[in-house]
């Protein structure tokens, strides 16, 4: 019933409190020594009944009665006493660690019924609501560890555990018996700001021991500490008290005067803020969530961890948000009607992908409220809810395996935090490992019909689309029109689970790749890696590129239309194609390319926004473009063709086991099946929006019509349930014109705010979004990325922030953006090269880049405000270095 150090410490018998320290001093961290008194030593020596007596019947709302209740406990349990077996326990563990005139801290740590109901748990801090004693000599300890037992049961704690629905007499109390170490400086440190929880780190810090600094009984200093770039704000106080020991009487703590000479100086330099941030980061790192950490400095230098417990994370009130996967999909500021429907699909999408992977449907019923808030719109742009994607994947047993990977190539959270880990209980071990036997056995399940499921999820859709491609929505009654788009979705929802199953299965095959690579000692590896994932199965997006690059190969081979493209807008060129009086071949091929890809086009999934099936003309124009600079589907396939063979020469040479070879290589086929399948998912999702696009416009033309709205494009502006709501009786608002007003001043608005790629908030969302942070251009030194296809190109930079207005995008400029959408890839094919701010190996425009072999660099940081638009700049895709260049 005493552990020490060299003991397992498990949290459930010795309190979080020590089981931390446990871990941190195995870790090589710096703890002072200890042993510990164990929950179940309190069971043995103090009668449930003393607390269960005292607290029958009582009224939690009547606080006197609380505190008499409270007093009578803690009076019963220090006037017992220990008892003879337990003092000699007590004396021989104090003998066998300290000296006779060893001055040691003597801590309590409530250990609750479950372990995440303990002290100082990711759910339950029970911040200083158990008492600690300090500079207590080895005679005063038996009386300390009495005082701490009685305080489990301080009115305070009693109250919490009421108001938190927890037992409040299933509940013991572990005691730490530990060396006093001698500070003279002593701190906090939290390794996210504990209010917005973004990873900037925050010390505080005074002189004296941490008690006057965690009590608040002394000013101290803040550091503030800014992630990634660890700059440095100090806010130095007037320290003119401290708390230190009291060495008059021997024992205990007293204040004093800080000297002068201190009082206005800096308790901690840079160097030191810098080195306890990164202490801090591997404390993180350990218990893997943010901590509130607690140190004290000793004259040599030492830091002394005593404490370090999670922050904990409310996902009620605090929730993140991020941009940096989404606004591949929706960039930009974008209108309630596109957000609505969005919203509604990622409902869809993740509810048809957990019932696929075996999830319960009263856990989908439970989740329904989280799963129809995975995105938020904010400020007029959509964001991925990350807190409400963390609750609802958690139900899914392979997320704990998956979830680093899905952090980085889904959430890619740069700045903030977004889950904390409470631990588990034994039991709730064993309960879990079951779940995720389970979860695997359905996941083999789904792997091998994942091409049958596939297959059959492209043959169903491609039978709902059959004949609304092209359908003539003229004249059709709204309310018939509404009841087909119910009838899509709702036959839709039944599909597209598929999608992110796939999701899934590219997600552990990357891991896997990237595991090979670094056991078997392939470094940098980002360049072989993009050139690997060439080749094979033609991908959506490229066989439209290739679709569009064919048809510019017709331009260039018949001299008459490669002049009207020449003279002719596209515009007038189209009305042609459409009276049929351009050659037939060349029609009959635009035609199949607006059937077969009609829906793709800039920024496709804006509903606002028009795609090629509404303005057609707009494939000529890039017909056109193609034609003039030669571009030949040939010469694309063979630079896709080299690129892949100039990995495998890489591969065997860096590699030069054959079987490992043929491992990775069929690793490598397995991940390009599923980028295929993805590609394709994207597209068929872009269908979907089409759909609904022509399905909004048909009906607010028809509300324009009627005198409801003042324009048929004023629909966007309006959600889908208050258009649909205003049409069948469900809805409650019946002016949509004034409805637009207000809407039409929120879209000014937004436009007048900077985008955030990320940010947290802590209360009322509308209310507590942070501003986003100016940035200023950087124009010097090199920037870095992650190179997704090698190749060292030079030429103006063109900063590109609406594709819709690069029309003049020259063959010898580097296109820079925040990131693209499959839309952006006709634009991308006359680049010399592309960088861009977000993305991954996996993501759209690295994809892009290896397919069509355009030196291409992604996830470079600040790259629309560091690299000015006509710099001249180098592009090296393979080290994924940026460098501006002086005109030379």
């Known amino acids: 019933m005493i552990e020490t150090m060299d003991q397992p410490m498990d949290a459930q018998r010795v309190g979080w409190k020590f089981a931390r320290q446990k871990a941190m001093s195995e870790a090589g961290i710096e703890v002072p020594e200890f042993f510990c008194l164990t929950g179940d030593f309190f069971a043995s020596a103090v009668p449930a009944a003393i607390v269960r007596e005292a607290l029958a019947g009582l009224d939690f709302d009547d606080w006197p009665a609380v505190r008499a209740a409270a007093a009578k406990i803690r009076a019963e349990i220090i006037g017992r006493g220990l008892r003879p077996a337990d003092e000699q326990r007590l004396a021989q563990a104090l003998a066998a660690h300290f000296d006779d005139d060893a001055v040691l801290a003597v801590r309590a740590s409530m250990v609750g019924a479950r372990a995440d109901?303990?002290?100082?748990?990711?759910?339950?801090?029970?911040?200083?609501?158990?008492?600690?004693?300090?500079?207590?000599?080895?005679?005063?300890?038996?009386?300390?560890?009495?005082?701490?037992?009685?305080?489990?049961?301080?009115?305070?704690?009693?109250?919490?555990?009421?108001?938190?629905?927890?037992?409040?007499?299933?509940?013991?109390?572990?005691?730490?018996?530990?060396?006093?170490?001698?500070?003279?400086?002593?701190?906090?440190?939290?390794?996210?700001?504990?209010?917005?929880?973004?990873?900037?780190?925050?010390?505080?810090?005074?002189?004296?021991?941490?008690?006057?600094?965690?009590?608040?009984?002394?000013?101290?200093?803040?550091?503030?500490?800014?992630?990634?770039?660890?700059?440095?704000?100090?806010?130095?106080?007037?320290?003119?008290?401290?708390?230190?020991?009291?060495?008059?009487?021997?024992?205990?703590?007293?204040?004093?005067?800080?000297?002068?000479?201190?009082?206005?100086?800096?308790?901690?330099?840079?160097?030191?803020?810098?080195?306890?941030?990164?202490?801090?980061?591997?404390?993180?790192?350990?218990?893997?969530?943010?901590?509130?950490?607690?140190?004290?400095?000793?004259?040599?230098?030492?830091?002394?961890?005593?404490?370090?417990?999670?922050?904990?994370?409310?996902?009620?009130?605090?929730?993140?948000?991020?941009?940096?996967?989404?606004?591949?999909?929706?960039?930009?500021?974008?209108?309630?009607?596109?957000?609505?429907?969005?919203?509604?699909?990622?409902?869809?999408?993740?509810?048809?992908?957990?019932?696929?992977?075996?999830?319960?449907?009263?856990?989908?019923?439970?989740?329904?409220?989280?799963?129809?808030?995975?995105?938020?719109?904010?400020?007029?742009?959509?964001?991925?809810?990350?807190?409400?994607?963390?609750?609802?994947?958690?139900?899914?047993?392979?997320?704990?395996?998956?979830?680093?990977?899905?952090?980085?190539?889904?959430?890619?959270?740069?700045?903030?935090?977004?889950?904390?880990?409470?631990?588990?209980?034994?039991?709730?071990?064993?309960?879990?490992?079951?779940?995720?036997?389970?979860?695997?056995?359905?996941?083999?399940?789904?792997?091998?019909?994942?091409?049958?499921?596939?297959?059959?999820?492209?043959?169903?859709?491609?039978?709902?689309?059959?004949?609304?491609?092209?359908?003539?929505?003229?004249?059709?009654?709204?309310?018939?029109?509404?009841?087909?788009?119910?009838?899509?979705?709702?036959?839709?929802?039944?599909?597209?689970?598929?999608?992110?199953?796939?999701?899934?299965?590219?997600?552990?095959?990357?891991?896997?790749?990237?595991?090979?690579?670094?056991?078997?000692?392939?470094?940098?590896?980002?360049?072989?890696?993009?050139?690997?994932?060439?080749?094979?199965?033609?991908?959506?997006?490229?066989?439209?590129?290739?679709?569009?690059?064919?048809?510019?190969?017709?331009?260039?081979?018949?001299?008459?239309?490669?002049?009207?493209?020449?003279?002719?807008?596209?515009?007038?060129?189209?009305?042609?194609?459409?009276?049929?009086?351009?050659p037939g071949a060349f029609t009959a091929a635009v035609e199949r390319h607006l059937t077969s890809y009609g829906d793709r086009g800039l920024e496709e999934l804006k509903l606002e926004r028009q795609n090629l099936r509404e303005e057609p003309w707009e494939l000529l124009r890039l017909v056109g473009q193609y034609a003039a600079r030669g571009i030949t589907a040939a010469e694309m396939e063979r630079t896709e063709a080299e690129t892949r063979l100039a990995g495998e020469r890489e591969l065997r040479r860096v590699l030069p086991s054959a079987v490992k070879r043929k491992v990775l290589l069929g690793l490598f086929d397995r991940l390009r099946t599923f980028l295929c399948y993805r590609e394709a998912g994207r597209y068929q999702r872009s269908e979907l929006f089409g759909y609904s696009k022509r399905i909004i416009a048909a009906l607010g033309a028809e509300l324009h019509r009627r005198g409801v709205l003042n324009r048929a494009q004023d629909v966007f502006l309006l959600e889908i349930d208050e258009l649909f709501g205003f049409l069948d009786g469900s809805g409650s608002t019946y002016d949509l014109a004034g409805l637009v007003e207000v809407r039409r001043d929120d879209a000014a608005m937004a436009e007048l705010r900077r985008p955030r790629r990320e940010f947290s908030t802590a209360d009322v969302v509308a209310l507590s979004v942070p501003e986003a942070e100016t940035e200023t251009a950087d124009t010097s030194g090199a920037l870095r990325g992650l190179g997704s296809c090698p190749g060292k190109v030079r030429g103006r930079a063109r900063v590109v922030l609406d594709p819709a207005f690069a029309d003049d995008l020259g063959e010898d400029d580097i296109l820079v953006a925040r990131e693209t959408d499959p839309g952006w890839l006709y634009l991308m094919l006359r680049a010399r090269g592309i960088v861009v701010e977000r993305g991954s190996l996996l993501s759209h425009t690295a994809i892009t880049g290896r397919k069509f072999g355009i030196p291409t660099i992604v996830a470079v940081p600040g790259a629309l405000h560091r690299i000015p638009d006509g710099a001249l700049v180098e592009l090296d895709g393979a080290t994924g270095t940026v460098t501006l260049l002086e005109d030379r």
């Not at 002394?218 to 992630?227: E, G, P, Q, S």
């Not at 000297?259 to 404390?283: C, D, F, K, Y």
């Not at 999670?310 to 500021?333: K, W």
């Not at 995105?375 to 959509?382: K, L, N, Q, S, T």
């Open 117 to 582: 109901e303990g002290e100082d748990s990711a759910e339950h801090a029970f911040a200083g609501m158990s008492d600690s004693f300090l500079y207590v000599p080895v005679h005063g300890v038996q009386d300390a560890v009495l005082r701490c037992w009685a305080s489990a049961f301080n009115p305070e704690a009693l109250l919490y555990r009421h108001r938190h629905g927890l037992s409040a007499t299933d509940v013991t109390a572990a005691v730490g018996v530990q060396r006093m170490v001698f500070g003279e400086r002593s701190l906090v440190l939290f390794t996210c700001d504990p209010t917005t929880h973004a990873r900037d780190a925050v010390v505080s810090a005074g002189w004296g021991i941490g008690e006057g600094v965690v009590a608040e009984r002394t000013a101290t200093d803040h550091y503030f500490v800014r992630f990634g770039t660890g700059e440095i704000r100090s806010v130095v106080a007037d320290k003119p008290h401290m708390v230190t020991f009291d060495d008059e009487h021997g024992h205990g703590v007293r204040q004093a005067p800080v000297p002068a000479e201190r009082r206005g100086a800096a308790v901690l330099s840079e160097a030191e803020v810098t080195g306890l941030v990164g202490l801090g980061r591997r404390i993180e790192a350990l218990f893997g969530s943010p901590q509130d950490i607690e140190a004290t400095i000793t004259p040599d230098g030492t830091v002394h961890v005593v404490q370090s417990r999670p922050i904990t994370l409310d996902p009620v009130r605090n929730r993140v948000f991020s941009s940096a996967n989404v606004s591949e999909s929706f960039p930009g500021t974008t209108t309630p009607m596109t957000y609505s429907v969005a919203r509604r699909f990622y409902w869809l999408l993740n509810h048809d992908y957990l019932r696929r992977c075996g999830v319960p449907e009263r856990e989908l019923h439970r989740l329904h409220e989280t799963m129809t808030r995975l995105v938020a719109h904010v400020d007029g742009r959509i964001y991925h809810n990350i807190t409400s994607f963390i609750q609802m994947l958690d139900v899914f047993p392979l997320f704990d395996g998956l979830r680093r990977d899905w952090e980085r190539l889904v959430a890619e959270l740069d700045t903030s935090y977004h889950y904390s880990d409470g631990g588990r209980t034994r039991r709730e071990r064993i309960r879990r490992a079951v779940k995720l036997a389970a979860g695997w056995g359905r996941a083999a399940v789904n792997y091998a019909s994942l091409r049958r499921d596939f297959a059959a999820f492209e043959r169903d859709w491609a039978a709902i689309m059959r004949d609304r491609r092209e359908r003539d929505l003229t004249g059709v009654h709204p309310l018939t029109l509404v009841d087909d788009y119910r009838e899509v979705w709702r036959r839709a929802g039944d599909l597209w689970g598929v999608t992110l199953i796939n999701y899934q299965f590219m997600l552990i095959t990357h891991k896997r790749i990237e595991r090979c690579l670094e056991r078997w000692g392939v470094g940098d590896s980002d360049t072989l890696f993009s050139q690997l994932l060439c080749g094979g199965e033609q991908l959506r997006g490229a066989e439209i590129a290739l679709s569009a690059v064919r048809l510019s190969e017709l331009v260039a081979a018949d001299p008459d239309l490669a002049a009207m493209f020449e003279l002719k807008p596209p515009e007038e060129i189209w009305r042609l194609v459409a009276a049929g009086e351009l």
